[in-house]
């Protein structure tokens, strides 16, 4: 039995932990201290790796090879999980909470403690970033959305499967589905690792939009999330909702800007900028409809920015001064609703921001000073408010 200590702290942190059963909990403890010892363990930009965070973040990689007949065998590639406090790096991947390869995954702390504090928003950090490592551990070593089977015969039945409901699912992305992240459509390895944190976190809603997803899934990892139990514990994600945003919509208003002078063209980037520095940028989804638009100045961002779905539907609008966001920024739920709004004063929060919720409603109210959260009051109905932080 795990001491006792390890079990505080996935009760404490781990939602999935919470909701499973009895008897998944048990193998999962046990397995959890075989997989701290089989990677190395890396703080990166300044980040202190604690046993807590191990626990947590073994625990919830654990979670989907939990039941797969080869167990911690899946992960045999695997050789170190690097941890930053919050994005990756700022020159390799800007803006990336996490990735992952057969042998490295890497994680943004912030955004992986915000998965795991909450086991039924679809969310998931630790799981989507493992599923890619299933991913690649079939028999092709690739990340294809097509995990590994014992046999041909199966991996070929399931490459049918994948390219029938990817293609599905490519159809629906922005229309009323709920429980799988538009992200998903980016391509079937990202198809793959969405329906993994949908399958564990969203299941009764998973199963209700895609039943042939859920039901293959089911019978992959040997689990049926639907069943267990709802968190008995609120999450707590009244500060963290200030940040949380959609993987693919998260703001990004400083593109990387050609020499001065150049103009390229392609399907999926058209650059226009003349030798001082004046012109514009636009990128396109693969379908043709634009994904963002920039305007520059003295070769930075400058002026109005925006970026829509593949749908053509936007979904974030703002404004930039000399290459930062400076300015009124919006969010769009999915639904064409407001999710967000605010001003940026030099590429930081300043005033009243707002969140609402897909209906429209006062969801929140967060008072920043210069990028600092100073006070924040929550909604739970129209009538209804809890204020936290420093109010006079």
């Not at 899946?74 to 390799?92: C, Q």
């Not at 968190?231 to 400083?254: G, R, Y």
């Not at 392609?266 to 305007?295: M, Q």
Request: proline share 5%; with cysteine; glycine share 8%.
């Amino acid at each position: 039995m795990a001491d006792k200590q390890t079990q505080q702290w996935l009760k404490k942190n781990v939602s999935l932990y919470r909701r499973m059963p009895e008897e998944l909990r048990v193998d999962l403890l046990e397995m959890i201290p075989a997989f701290i010892r089989q990677v190395k363990w890396e703080g990166k930009s300044g980040q202190d790796i604690t046993e807590e965070m191990k626990v947590c973040i073994a625990a919830e990689a654990c979670i989907p090879v939990l039941r797969l007949k080869d167990g911690l065998k899946i992960y045999r590639k695997l050789t170190r999980v690097e941890v930053f406090p919050k994005d990756l790096s700022p020159i390799d991947m800007p803006g990336a909470a996490g990735c992952a390869t057969d042998s490295v995954v890497k994680l943004g702390w912030y955004w992986a403690e915000v998965g795991m504090n909450d086991g039924q928003d679809g969310y998931n950090l630790v799981v989507h970033e493992f599923a890619h490592v299933i991913d690649f551990a079939s028999l092709d070593g690739k990340a294809d959305g097509v995990p590994p089977f014992d046999s041909y015969s199966e991996s070929r039945e399931w490459e049918k499967f994948v390219a029938q409901n990817f293609e599905d699912f490519q159809r629906e992305t922005g229309k009323d589905n709920e429980s799988v992240s538009d992200y998903g459509s980016s391509n079937e390895a990202e198809f793959f690792a969405c329906a993994t944190e949908s399958f564990y976190e969203r299941g009764e809603r998973f199963k209700q939009e895609w039943p042939e997803i859920y039901d293959r899934l089911k019978d992959f990892y040997g689990v049926e999330p639907l069943l267990w139990r709802d968190d008995p514990v609120k999450p707590i994600t009244v500060e963290e909702e200030v940040e949380v945003e959609p993987e693919e919509e998260k703001p990004e208003p400083t593109p990387t800007v050609p020499d001065a002078g150049t103009q390229k063209e392609s399907p999926l980037l058209e650059v226009k900028v003349d030798e001082r520095g004046l012109g514009n940028i636009t990128e396109y989804h693969e379908n043709g409809k634009r994904a963002g638009h920039w305007e520059l100045r003295d070769h930075v961002c400058e002026g109005p920015w925006r970026r829509w779905n593949s749908k053509g539907e936007q979904i974030e609008e703002g404004w930039c001064r000399k290459g930062v966001r400076d300015g009124k920024y919006q969010l769009n739920h999915p639904n064409g609703n407001k999710r967000a709004e605010g001003v940026y004063r030099n590429d930081l929060r300043d005033g009243v921001w707002k969140l609402f919720r897909e209906n429209s409603e006062l969801k929140q109210e967060n008072h920043y000073q210069q990028g600092e959260l100073l006070r924040w009051e929550v909604w739970q109905t129209k009538d209804k408010s809890k204020k936290y932080g420093a109010w006079d």
